[in-house]
Nanobody
Framework: QVQLVESGGGSVQAGGSLRLSCAVS????????MAWFRQAPGKEQEFVAA????????TYAGSVKGRFTISRDNAKNTAFLQMNSLNVEDTGVYYC?????????????????WGQGTQVTVSS
């Protein structure tokens, strides 16, 4: 079993920055990769960014590329999402996911563990 706990959400004005954290506990050695997804009100869950446990390769959604950075501190079992130049369209609940098997990196179905989510609100 793997447990994920997100933190770092909040309210910020457009152009501002936030840094989300995802603390991982449990069988962390079984994690193949981690990702951040988000869900805006009335919309489906959307892929944001992913990182591989081995090698640290990253993948980003086009809408956040160049503004967001995903990283992982393996020693602290924590994943991060640094979000810069935030805009109103970035508003939503951000979820951290972890996968212990191979699957689609950019689909929620590819992840078998999730955190509870953290709210990010960007105002104009």
């Amino acid at each position: 079993q793997v447990q994920l706990v997100e933190s770092g959400g909040g309210s910020v004005q457009a152009g501002g920055s936030l840094r989300l954290s995802c603390a991982v506990s449990g069988r962390t050695g079984n994690i193949y990769g981690m990702a951040w997804f988000r869900q805006a009100p009335g919309k489906e869950q959307e892929f944001v960014a992913a990182i591989l446990s081995v090698g640290g390769g990253t993948t980003y959604a086009g809408s956040v590329k160049g503004r967001f950075t995903i990283s992982r501190d393996n020693a602290k079992n924590t994943a991060f999402l640094q979000m810069n130049s935030l805009n109103v369209e970035d508003t939503g609940v951000y979820y951290c996911g972890a996968r212990t098997s191979y699957g689609s990196i950019q689909l929620p179905s590819g992840y078998n563990y999730w955190g509870q989510g953290t709210q990010v609100t960007v105002s104009s």
